[in-house]
């Protein structure tokens, strides 16, 4: 069983390491996460990195 917080930042498609504020979350699902004003996370879903 591989290690879920390695694997999810590795972009499967390529095998390159993915950016800081990216993370691979299944078959073609890829989230981003930003920090805004006010200390406030935005999460968004993509299909690819």
């Given at each position: 069983?591989?290690?879920?917080?390695?694997?999810?930042k590795i972009?499967?498609?390529?095998?390159r390491a993915?950016?800081?504020?990216?993370?691979?979350?299944?078959?073609?699902?890829?989230?981003?996460?930003?920090?805004?004003?006010?200390?406030?996370?935005?999460?968004?879903?993509?299909?690819?990195?």
């Amino acid at each position: 069983m591989k290690d879920r917080i390695t694997s999810a930042k590795i972009d499967h498609a390529t095998g390159r390491a993915l950016p800081s504020d990216m993370e691979y979350r299944g078959k073609g699902q890829y989230r981003a996460r930003k920090r805004i004003a006010g200390g406030e996370r935005i999460h968004q879903t993509f299909s690819s990195a």
